[in-house]
C-alpha cells in the first residue's frame, strides 16, 4: 500500500521531470545533473545497503550534494555523515548548532524541516545549501521557510527540499519529480 501513495506522488509531479519548466541554465543544470542524477556513483555500490529505500535516496542526494558543491563545513541534523564522507573526505562534519562550529562557516546544512531555520538564515552567505527533510509532514514549516526572503532559489523534492541564498538571483522556487 505504501508503494501505491508513492507511485501516485511520482504521477502527480510528472510534470516536473528532468528539469522540465526550469528556465535557468543555471537551476537546469543542478537539477538535472545533481538532483536527478541517474548514473551510479562510485560510492553507491556499499552505501547504505541496510537504510530504507527513503533513507538511501534522501543519502545519495547528500552524497551528490556534497559531491557537487565541496564544503569544508557541513551541519548535519539528520545523521548524513556516511554519505557525505563519502563524497568528500576533508569536510568537517558537526552533529548539532551547539557545536563549536561558527554557523557563518557551514555551507551545507541537513536539516529536519521542524528544526529553527531562522538562527539557521542568520549565518547562510551566497554559497550557503540547506537540505530540509521530511518536508512532506511539516508543510506550512516549509512554506515559511522557502517564502523568507532571505532565500532566493528553493527546490521541492516532496520528501525533502532545498534552499539557496545567491543574493544576486531573483526568487524562484521549483517543485521537481524527485
Known sequence: MDWLFHIFVW????????????QSPTD????RYV??????YYAYEWLGKEDTWKRRKIGR???RLTNWLQ????????????????????TMIYRSRESKANMADIELAIEPVT???QRLFEGCNDRSVIM???????????QRIHQDP????????YYCGIVMFDSKRVKQHYIVNF
Open 35 to 40: 538532483i536527478n542524477e541517474h548514473w551510479p
Open 11 to 22: 504521477l502527480s509531479r510528472i510534470s516536473h521531470c528532468r528539469g522540465f519548466g526550469v
Open 132 to 142: 530540509f527533510v521530511d518536508i512532506n509532514l511539516h508543510k506550512a514549516d516549509w
Open 28 to 31: 537546469y543544470h543542478f537539477v
Open 150 to 157: 532571505r532565500v532566493s532559489i528553493s527546490y521541492d523534492l
Open 61 to 63: 542526494l547528500c552524497f
Open 71 to 90: 564544503p569544508h563545513h557541513v551541519l548535519d541534523d539528520c545523521k548524513m555523515s556516511d554519505y557525505i564522507r563519502a563524497a568528500s573526505q576533508r
Open 115 to 117: 528544526s529553527d531555520a
